[in-house]
């Protein structure tokens, strides 16, 4: 069965850091890039980062950039974003996603084929 399930969520404090994962399984994680999202209530789903197939090329939206970082350990089929100095407008539902690709080094913000199921990151002022 090809999932990705996210995990790490929860209630932090503004200026507290949460570590979201998505654990791959039924497809070989490796020979897809993966992104993360969020949709805040009201709103729609929005880019946050993206990591090529290798780990060696990432992207951010300027709104996370120098706050979140995008990794990924293919050996453990597992993508993270380490979230630092949250903000109560990064309250969302977060979502990883996956997609396909023959370039070990592309990524993506964009048309991604797999996606989780979302995990709720709320935080407080």
């Known amino acids: 069965q090809v999932q990705l399930v996210e995990s790490g969520g929860g209630l932090v404090q503004a200026g507290g850091s949460l570590r979201l994962s998505c654990a791959a399984s039924?497809?070989?994680?490796?020979?897809?890039?993966m992104g993360w999202f969020r949709q805040a209530p009201g709103k729609e789903r929005e880019f946050v980062a993206c990591i090529s197939r290798s780990g060696s090329n990432t992207d951010y939206a300027d709104s996370v950039k120098g706050r979140f970082t995008i990794s990924r350990d293919n050996a453990k089929n597992t993508g993270y974003l380490q979230m630092n100095s949250l903000k109560p407008e990064d309250t969302a539902v977060y979502y990883c996603?996956?997609?396909?690709?023959?370039?070990?080094?592309?990524?993506?913000?964009?048309?991604?084929?797999?996606w989780g199921q979302g995990i709720q990151v709320t935080v407080s002022s």
């Open positions: 996603a996956a997609t396909w690709t023959i370039d070990d080094s592309a990524y993506y913000r964009r048309d991604y084929k797999l």
């Open positions: 039924g497809f070989t994680f490796s020979m897809y890039a």
